[in-house]
């Protein structure tokens, strides 16, 4: 049997609303990633299982990686199409905040849930979580929203509404989110649902091919050339960077999602505890941050580049150029010394 997570009144009270209203939307955050894709796609399954009207909502675009996910296509990209997404969160009765814990996770997507009239329902694993859903089902322990999203259905007791395809979605999740099921993964209850899951046919070795091994030829060459040319290692402080301009980009013909990962490789070599990479976008420096065992990468992420994220994931962002960005990170390296 699952151990029990979820708050019982939490699941009652949202039963409830569930069960009063039929139009229901699911918003994610920005840059969607598999956890977010995973999550908001397996709610949408299951909801439309028991005969909701729903449509998904991303603030803009997700990695070509996982376009094989059941049904993702039908997901409405907010930059894209501004008025239809104003629109259905408008009228929607019931709101859906997936995967995020803050309402600046959602960027110009934001006010539009803010004034939304609509029930708000937030299923979440970040850590402090703002109080703007009327439920917040938010469990920081558990690595996964997509496992949240299970958990809820189950303790619902609509187990039988998960499909085939809603079981792909959540493994999909569950998955990233954990690297493989190389971190944040020591719960026994994570493979118990793995297990319930194979049970309901999903092929867990091909997807995990379908996400890490269907790369384009130019994004493996692209790691390459960072991990050859743009890694630098700091020794004393047990930390690597890596650093990618936009020219470095257009190089090699990036697509969105093509260095997800690049910064996790730098924690296999021995010693380094802390791994940061810095990609210059159109008009800010994106961070993306990593560490191994206590390092609070979040707390470095929150205090140098005004972002956050759990302990071991986290990210932010600078306003300035690349290479003030990569002076700001050296800088601020000693601050963080006594911590690793
Ligand atoms: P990634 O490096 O994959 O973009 O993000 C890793 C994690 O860091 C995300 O799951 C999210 O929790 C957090 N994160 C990324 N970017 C930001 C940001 O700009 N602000 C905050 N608060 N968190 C972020
Ligand atoms: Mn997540």
């Given amino acids: 049997m699952l151990n029990k997570v979820i708050d019982e009144q939490l699941i009652q009270q949202a039963k409830k609303i569930i069960d009063k209203y039929d139009n229901i939307v699911i918003v994610s955050h920005v840059s969607p990633d598999g956890d977010a894709l995973g999550s ?14 729903v449509n998904i909502i991303m603030p803009d675009n997700f990695p070509e990686f996982l376009k094989w996910l059941p049904c993702s296509k039908d997901i409405i990209l907010a930059d894209r199409k501004k008025e239809l997404a104003a629109e259905l969160i408008d009228n929607a009765e019931l709101i859906f905040c997936l995967d995020f814990n803050t309402l ?28 703007f859903c009327d439920i917040s089902i938010s469990y920081p322990t558990i690595s996964s929203t997509s496992e949240l999203v299970f958990r809820f259905i189950c303790r619902m007791g609509m187990y039988e509404y998960i499909t085939k395809k809603c079981a792909e979605c959540i493994y999909t999740g569950m998955m990233t989110d954990t690297g493989a099921f190389t971190y944040n993964s020591n719960q026994p209850a994570i493979y118990y649902i793995i297990s319930e899951l194979l049970k ?44 990618l301009s936009l020219e470095d980009r257009k190089k090699f013909q990036w697509k969105k999602g093509d260095t997800e990962g690049f910064v996790n490789i730098p924690l296999s070599i021995e010693n380094i505890v802390f791994s940061v990479f810095i990609r210059e976008e159109e008009d800010y420096v994106k961070v993306s941050l990593r560490s191994k065992g206590d390092f609070p990468s979040n707390k470095f992420a929150a205090e140098v580049f005004g972002g956050g994220g759990h302990l071991n994931a986290s990210g932010g962002e600078y306003r300035g150029s690349l290479e003030d960005a990569i002076k700001h990170f050296e800088k601020s390296l000693p601050l963080f010394k006594d911590l690793l």
């Fill in 40 to 53: 908001s796609l397996a709610l949408s399954h299951f909801l439309n299982e028991i005969g909701k009207n």
């Fill in 104 to 131: 600046s996770r959602i960027e110009h997507v934001a006010p539009l849930v803010e004034k939304a009239k609509a029930k708000k329902i937030l299923i979440d694993h970040h850590l402090e979580p703002d109080n």
């Fill in 200 to 243: 309901l046919g999903i092929n867990k070795d091909e997807i995990y091919s379908k996400v890490y091994n269907d790369y384009t030829e130019t994004r493996v060459r692209l790691q390459g050339y960072a991990l050859y040319e743009k890694m630098k290692i700091y020794e004393e402080y047990k930390t690597s960077l890596i650093f």
